[in-house]
């Protein structure tokens, strides 16, 4: 963390990924990123420190083309610059990756953040949206990554800095539970979220967070 002035400190984090880190909507022609409703929150609760998110999510990248994103983003910057990264990715590669695949690239750039940034790593599952109902392959696959991923960061070594998943099957982000009422409110177009659900999302992120930030003095 870097001393902002003599009394606060701030709180650098990178939000990594696709069209659903950048909040797309409206057919791409609005954006609402679910890391401003996570700055809300996190500023809200701890006013000791000053929360500063980059959000670099590119519609319609996949978890190979994020990794390699994500190692040039490194590349290019002082480390350690970011206390924390998050990664959220994977539902572009759905259709044509293995699950191995998907899941070793996602767990790539979880391991490239325990490399650079100095206070927690996060990856959050892949969402469950339409696609999921009528395609099972694509449904399969999807529990498959999820599972790799969750196991990955369950078993990996718990030292700074910590890793933590966040499933948002936990967080009342399920196309699959939700009654049609939900989905309207929830959902754009039935893969992105509306304004609603990325506010959700971000709720989501901070919910598991707010254990780490806690311990930060």
Known sequence: MENKDAGTKVFKILAHGDSITRGYYSNGYRYHPYTDKLKDLLQAKYSHLTFDITTQGINGETTTFMLNRLKTTFEQTESPKYDCLIILGGLNDMGSKPAEDIARNLCSMVDLGRQHVTTCCFAVSVPYCFPDCSNSLYKTRKDE?????????????????????????????????????????????????????????????????????????
């Open 145 to 217: 990554v999820n599972k790799i991923l969750h196991d990955y960061i369950k078993n990996v070594k718990e030292s700074p800095p910590t890793n933590h998943f966040v499933d948002l099957t936990q967080h009342h982000l399920n196309f699959l539970a939700m009654s049609d009422t939900e989905k309207q409110l929830v959902f754009d177009d039935r893969i992105h979220y509306s304004p609603e659900g990325y506010d959700r999302l971000g709720t989501a992120v901070y919910k598991v967070m707010k254990s780490v930030i806690r311990a930060l003095k």
